[in-house]
Every structure is written in structure tokens, then in C-alpha cells.
């Protein structure tokens, strides 16, 4: 499991011990300081480079705003505040997200989804083997999932859902673009623009009236559509 390393920044000690306790529900987030001040956050950073900021904005002595004024932040950043008024500037310098006090479970588990997002569409795509195993967010929960036992991936808007063995495992912060880079293109293919499916669990092909094949997997009671073009390209790959 890759882990990301964070900062909180935060001036009231309390504040900063109960997101870190929030936290260790996320093993992929390695907390590797806190900071009490604008000025201890500098040197934070500069020592550590963190890949995500926790960052609350009224704090005595100057504002968690000031932190940009004072050096260059690569890092993604969440604001956490007790404060609502401050969101429209918190986005204004491209702000993750923003976390009203008291700090919900399931709005960081939502920051920290978007989070893991965004670092997975600036990671270079990392082929998968049928023997892997990834891990994936589903709700506010992180589970591992053999990349062989998984039927197909079906398109749901910008994200997708996996099914596992029969069932729906639930809708994963990961488009079909994504898939389509990292899975094998040995084991899996594309047999329309919603649908990635695990050949190893193809079980018979039949032809539609629509010039496609019907597509039967094991442990999937209804068979799945294979577009024209997809058959085609099918046929040239798998059966030749």
C-alpha cells in the first residue's frame, strides 16, 4: 500500500490531536507533523515536503492564508476551520477542499477520496499483473482487491463500479481511462465504452441481433453487450 505523508497546521493543540486520531482510520495517510504556527509550518514543510496540508486559517499571531505568501506550497491542501466564511478565498488559491469544526468522519474521508484522486491522475499509469493485488476506497472504507478475482468494471458518470466474484464491491474514485492504462490487456478488455471485462471469467460468447456478442461471465447471472466494433476487435485479438 503506498502511503502519502500530511501536516496539520493548526494552532489549538486539541484541534490538531482529533484529526490526527480521525486519521488513523486512513492508513494510507502517514501524519509526519504537526505545526502550531504559520511560522513552525515554513519549517515543517521545508523539512518534510508533505503531499497534503491540513491547514486551519484564523490562528494567533497570523492567518493559515499567510502560509502562501510566505512560500511556494506544491503540496494539495485541505483548509479546516470553524469558520464557513473563508471558503470562497480558501478556493481562490486552489484549496483541495475545506473542512468545517468540528471535522465530520465522513467529510475527511471525502476530502481524502478526492485527495488520493487527484494522485492518481498525476501518477504515471503502473501496469498490473493478474497476480496484484490494489487497493480501493469505497465509502469510508480501503479494502484490497486481487486483480484476478475481478469480474468487470462498469462505467458509473466519472467513476466506476467493481464487481467482485458475483457482487458489487461499490463505486471507486477511478475512471475507466484509469483502468483501461493499469489492468493487463492480456486478461481484460474493453467490450464497450461502460465495460471492462475479465476474459479469464468469460464463459461463452453468443451472438446479438445487434452484430455484437453477448457476453457471459461466471458467477454473473446476465450477460453483458459487446458493441460491433469491440466484437470485431475482439475476434482479431482473442480469436484468430
Known amino acids: 500500500m503506498t502511503r502519502h505523508t500530511a501536516l496539520i497546521v493548526d494552532d489549538e493543540r486539541i484541534a490538531r490531536n482529533e484529526l490526527e486520531y480521525l486519521l488513523r482510520d486512513h492508513p494510507q495517510i502517514d501524519i509526519v507533523g504537526q505545526a502550531a504556527s504559520v511560522d513552525e509550518a515554513v519549517e515543517r514543510i521545508q523539512a518534510s515536503r508533505p503531499e497534503l496540508i491540513f491547514l486551519d486559517v484564523q490562528m494567533s499571531g497570523a492567518s493559515g492564508f499567510e502560509l502562501f505568501e510566505r512560500i511556494p506550497v506544491e503540496a494539495w491542501v485541505v483548509f479546516v476551520t470553524a469558520y464557513e466564511e473563508f471558503a470562497l478565498r480558501a478556493f481562490e488559491v486552489n484549496a483541495l477542499d475545506y473542512l468545517t469544526k468540528p471535522v465530520r468522519p465522513q467529510r475527511l474521508a471525502a476530502a481524502l477520496d478526492r485527495f488520493l484522486h487527484r494522485i492518481r491522475l498525476e501518477a504515471p499509469a503502473v501496469g498490473l499483473k493478474m497476480s496484484d493485488s490494489i487497493l480501493l ?47 493487463p490487456p492480456d486478461s481484460f478488455y474493453r467490450i464497450q465504452r461502460s465495460a471492462i471485462v475479465n476474459c479469464e471469467h468469460v464463459e461463452r460468447l453468443e451472438k446479438h441481433e445487434s452484430g455484437g456478442f453477448a457476453v457471459y461471465l461466471r458467477n454473473i447471472e446476465a450477460p453483458l453487450l459487446m458493441s460491433r466494433r469491440s466484437a470485431r476487435q475482439f475476434r482479431e485479438r482473442f480469436m484468430a
Open 137 to 183: 476506497t469505497v465509502g469510508r472504507q480501503a479494502r484490497f482487491v486481487k486483480i484476478a478475482t475481478i469480474d468487470y468494471i462498469h462505467a458509473e458518470g466519472d467513476y466506476t463500479r467493481v464487481v467482485v466474484d458475483g457482487g458489487s464491491i461499490g463505486i471507486v474514485l477511478k475512471s475507466m481511462k484509469e483502468w483501461e492504462q493499469e489492468l
